[in-house]
């Protein structure tokens, strides 16, 4: 997957976790660190010698990061190939998919609807935990819920399908459904 932080792109990739260990590779550069989120969800990152506390703010269904670390603030945002490939496809404008996929690596924290949930833009559908961070997972349009293909606690791939969708497209489609 690739961040933007301010101007600056890099490729990121998820290598593992042993424990609190976590490597990961940015523009193709091993990087291991040792990573806990604390209870009041500040991370504590310890990296060649040095402490850093870090705060995360997601927004965007986990694709945009507010990040704070001392007096410092920096913008995050995470683009995947999903991602890049929607918006070109869509002429840069976010449409809802009818499947909702893992955007990197993680674990389903918590699923919030079921099969036959009518769903609107903005609502969550599942939380999502990866590199010690939680986010929200949402739809960027209206929907239904058609089917949900992971559980609470389980483990997922970079971009696997966790959610059928049936997008609604018009004001038609919304009869009998609410």
């Given at each position: ?6 101007n600056r792109k890099a490729e990121v990739e ?165």
């Open positions: 997957m690739e961040i933007e932080i301010g998820w290598l593992g976790k042993n424990g609190n260990d976590v490597q990961v590779s940015i523009d193709g550069r091993t990087i291991g660190a040792n990573v806990v989120l604390t209870d009041n969800g500040i991370c504590s990152i310890l990296y060649q010698g040095r402490s850093y506390n870090m705060e995360a703010v997601s927004f965007e269904g986990g694709r945009r990061y507010k990040v704070k670390c001392g007096y410092d603030s920096y913008d995050v945002r995470v683009i995947d190939a999903q991602a890049r490939y929607q918006q070109a496809r869509n002429g840069g404008e976010a449409r809802q998919d009818d499947n909702l996929s893992a955007p990197m690596p993680g674990k389903v924290v918590r699923v919030m609807v079921q099969p036959g949930d009518r769903v609107a833009a903005g609502d969550t559908l599942l939380v999502f935990e990866a590199m010690k961070m939680q986010s929200n997972l949402k739809v960027t349009g209206d929907c239904t819920v058609r089917e949900i293909l992971v559980a609470e606690g389980e483990t997922v791939a970079g971009g696997a399908l966790l959610v059928k969708l049936d997008v609604l497209q018009n004001e038609s489609d919304n009869h009998g459904k609410e």
